[in-house]
């Protein structure tokens, strides 16, 4: 039974960095494709990015951006606590949402980033 459970959200100013962090129990974020997705008020949850699993045949992983979040967002994961962040850099408030990371067909409760003057 997977569980992931998000962290690190807050309030911050525009221009502000925030880390999320996706604490994984029941299977190895070095095994398994890891993504972060958002809801902002009134819209679809979008996804954002991903850190694939090791490829079978070259053991490479890879990461992917949302053309939205490239250069600003990014993605990594530290075995040792299991855990995946998501490292956020020049907020603006378009990027208010909740923020959720998933894996293995399961979901976080969500963490709530708020970016206000």
């Known amino acids: 039974h997977v569980q992931l459970v998000e962290s690190g959200g807050g309030l911050v100013q525009p221009g502000d960095s925030l880390t999320l962090t996706c604490t994984v129990s029941g299977a190895s974020v070095d095994h398994w494709d890891v993504a972060w997705f958002r809801r902002a008020p009134g819209k679809e949850r979008e996804g954002l990015s991903c850190l694939s699993r090791p490829d079978d045949s070259t053991n490479e992983r890879k990461t992917y951006y949302k053309d939205f979040v490239k250069g600003r967002f990014t993605i990594s994961r530290n075995a040792n606590n299991n855990t995946v962040a998501l490292q956020m850099n020049n907020l603006s408030p378009e990027d208010t949402a909740i923020y959720y990371c998933?894996?293995?067909?399961?979901w976080g409760q969500g963490t709530q980033v708020t970016v206000s003057a």
């Open positions: 998933h894996a293995l067909d399961s």
